[in-house]
DNA sequence: AAATAAAGTTAGATTATACAAACAATGTGC
DNA sequence: GCACATTGTTTGTATAATCTAACTTTATTT
């Protein structure tokens, strides 16, 4: 047994292999730096912000923004973030890469702990945060396969295949559906535990199909019916509830819901 | 999203709850100390060596001696070891508790992974090095039910309980039998790599039924069968191999090797 | 028992990650 | 275009985990 020295050892950038279109070198990131990538990736390109600061990315690892400087500063030593004093942030390609493949892990160990283990999708997001860090190339593949190749994972987000492509299909809010408007749903915006609890608490769920009722032209406070029961929402939570139109069995395949069973 | 101080934070010692025959303190140990913990148990209690030492510790671990001295009187003021200079080392009655946790932790993905994702026995043990370390008492129950509660791991050895007992049965060698005798392998006294792939090459594997043919009275190398195939091995070998009476239905499970058919 | 070998410890240095407090640059309002 | 707020950086400090080199203690051998 060895604990060894993964996390303190050198960089040795060591050029891998080149599948599709992207070169992958590998090295081994400590788990804070995999997260500040991750951190990165997500506030670069997932919200529509232009530029990402040292504060926004501070609040979001929960750090002060002196450690974010620190690491930033590391980082561009290992050639994985270009950032200037004062200047913009941003992921080299090879770096981007690499946090593309941590937010698969993370996502797949989402699916395999709720489809197999039988956790909610609030539960496992904490735990996915540490399965994600597990070096192994080979336990990636070979769980991705366990679980039949899914793309899409609990909350509905999208998982990158294994090289690097979000296979992405355009997402409509239930705050952008008109009045009588039907719609299944099909992920959701905000995965903090508390905002999933809520939407259990109403009684949405992944697949379900919903009925826009009607919407208050005072308040805009909106009217849906799922499962024959009627219930009223805000336009702020609507706005964090992803449809899509009905769901082709293909989806249905994706979104793990005819594996319910399995337990 | 936070990256957190999980290794960095101080301990905070808190008195969990009594259940069956030991207490549990609940605390968050980094993964460096799980990893002297086990190496500490592992020394202390598997080989029958009366006292441990610093060398031995660091030639286990992959670090100097030094370190080890260090992290000792660390541990010490955790009250996680009972150690004086130049003295003897030993784990607090709690500080085992939470070493045979991590081992069952291990153990558990070890089965998970030769089970479910179908990887080689020799294969598992550096994944399982990571996944032991994840921190979450629900998901190791989750694991171990999804498993149906093994008591074997795939290398035959014993899985502890949740209440950290090990459902012991006396084992025997391979070397121990006399000619004529026969036996059903149940485990390997060896888990390196190279010995494992040794015993695949050969083509022993756990359950199965092994008869001793004859053995060589000038040499001692032993002459048995198995699957109608007659080899030759040596003592060193057979040493290794532990072996069973035939199994009943119970083990079987115990080892599922009823499972096989889930790949 | 003295000499030597083996085992264990200490001291000082290093790296990764974090913080607080002080400081510097950038941007905004009027 | 100055004053002030916001944002970002530097400096100095801390802890966890490691190393090397020098030193001390214990064990073994003759």
Redesign the pocket.
Known sequence: MC???L??Q??GFAKNETKFCRTVYTTTL????EN?LKALLKLTEESAIP?V????L?LH??????????????LRDKALVS?????KISLTDNARSLAIDVIRKHRLWETFLCRNLGFSWHQVHEIAEQLEHVQSVELIDRLDAFLGFPKIDPHGDLIPSKDGVFHARPKRTLSMLGVSQTAVMVGVGDNSASFLQYVDEVGLRLGMDIWVKGIQPYDALIEIVIDGKSITISQKFAAQIFVGAKLADQEFLDLGLDREGDL
Not at 61 to 74: E, I, Q, S, Y
Request: zero cysteines; hydrophobic letters at 25%.
């Open positions: 604990i060894g020295k996390p303190t050198k960089l400590t788990q804070t730096e500040y530029a600061g040292t504060n926004e501070a690892l929960g750090v002060k923004p002196a450690t974010v400087t620190d690491m930033l500063k590391r950032y200037e004093k004062y200047g």
